[in-house]
């Protein structure tokens, strides 16, 4: 199957954390509001939120938000929702139902997660720019690196330490799609507060192994050295503002 | 199967998406963390977010927060996951995979409101009163009003005008867990909000319709006078502070 990714184009975002489950899958897939011309481009993505798209004369659900995926008959929203999809169909999920369920548990944890990395940025409003909150934001970061990044990472750690298959994954012995998010938010957390990234390095030894094996796997660095891995940037989820990164 | 419910006693909170739906469903449970004596109140609950609960010599997986829900062997964290394990099994989700797709999309997209919800009296950081964040609170407030109640209301309320099979229901012709949340929410916003909630109801006419309509259902009106619901209180997600609600 084509699947169809749609998100915006010039950043990673949640998208990336699609990206990178089809990547590793090997699937063909489109990232249409990256393309240009006829079916391409922002308006091809915008027609799905409009609730103006059509396949077979039948209106398509209309998501709330990027990224969804098209994927045959189905168009499906929300980030964890689209990875509890594509990972039983492409080894990246565990088969049985409890695992499953773990599996899409500590997604959604990490949703959380993401949320509040976002807002150290933005913690009035999105509408906003980070120069018309920036107080705020200096407060609110300053929490995050005390508060909140100990608590999120110093969990993830610990189920790597307890993981009994395996301790370069979240869970059970082999790759999932938790794996692959994981990576993705120590690479950000890395590109956004690379001071307090490097002083609290010694108490997420295994997260930053995850990171190393992660990025190693052959098709995974394919991926990142192409170029259709977005660069970070400073209008992404992941931004390095230095006044917010701490030196704790 | 009795089930045994994990949140905090106090407050309705995201347990609350929960008890909605094992309301509804007429679900024997325990709900822990209420129970007074042995093997109940908060101490029960500690158990599992520090990794000591075991059954049957195997320790859990620990959730990274409650609700969590012990349903026989399996432990589920996560409130919309939670909800997508009891849907199919009480009859409260559609069977066939893109429409339960659909409807944890759905819930997914109330998870995502419900953060900013709470971010309004809660800006900066859950460590701090909401006297500590009182200013920041008040600009977050504002622009949630103005930009982002319509757009997730206005989301809503288009999906319920455009579903050719009810206008009572989200997805589908019959009730499922993603309306017992959107009561929830709508309760809850009128309890926070009412100034700005009045003044907007001829907006959102058929989510305010939904909401009267899941609030005489039989179970869910004995939950609702039973000591069983938590009332509204300014400890929980939904708060009450007038300054927050402005006028518009």
Redesign the interface.
């Known amino acids: 199957m084509m699947y169809e990714l749609y998100y915006w184009p010039t950043v990673q975002g949640r998208g990336e954390f699609v990206r990178l489950a089809l990547e590793e899958a090997g699937a063909r897939y489109r990232d249409v509001a990256r393309e240009s011309g006829r079916g391409g481009g922002v308006p091809a993505l915008m027609r799905y939120l409009d ?1 103006r798209a059509r396949r077979s004369g039948r ?1 398509e ?4 938000a990027p990224p969804f995926l098209q994927a045959g ?2 168009v ?3 980030t ?2 689209i990875l509890q ?1 594509l990972g039983p169909r492409h080894g990246l999920a565990p088969k049985d139902e ?1 695992a499953r ?2 599996a ?2 500590l997604q ?2 990490i949703a ?1 997660f993401l ?1 509040e990395i976002h ?1 150290t940025h933005h ?3 999105g ?2 720019y980070f120069e018309e909150q920036r107080k ?1 934001a200096r ?2 970061a300053a ?1 995050f690196l005390q ?1 909140r990044v100990p608590k ?1 990472l110093g ?1 993830f750690e ?2 790597l330490s ?1 993981n009994p298959r395996s301790a370069r994954h979240l869970l059970g012995a082999q790759l999932t799609y938790v794996d692959l998010s994981m990576f993705q938010i120590v690479a950000g957390l890395n590109y956004a507060f690379p001071r307090a990234m490097s002083k609290s390095a010694r108490k997420y030894r295994r997260l930053l192994a995850l990171h190393a094996s992660v990025q190693e796997r052959p098709r995974i660095a394919a991926y990142l050295a192409s170029p259709r891995r977005i660069p970070f940037n400073n209008q992404g989820i992941f931004r390095h503002y230095p006044e917010l990164d701490a030196a704790r």
């Open positions: 609730g209106r659900r209309p998501p709330f008959r189905l499906i929203g929300q964890a929702n999809f409890g369920l773990w899409h548990q959604l944890t959380d949320v807002d913690p009035i409003s509408n906003l705020e407060r609110r929490d508060h999120y969990y610990r189920l307890s």
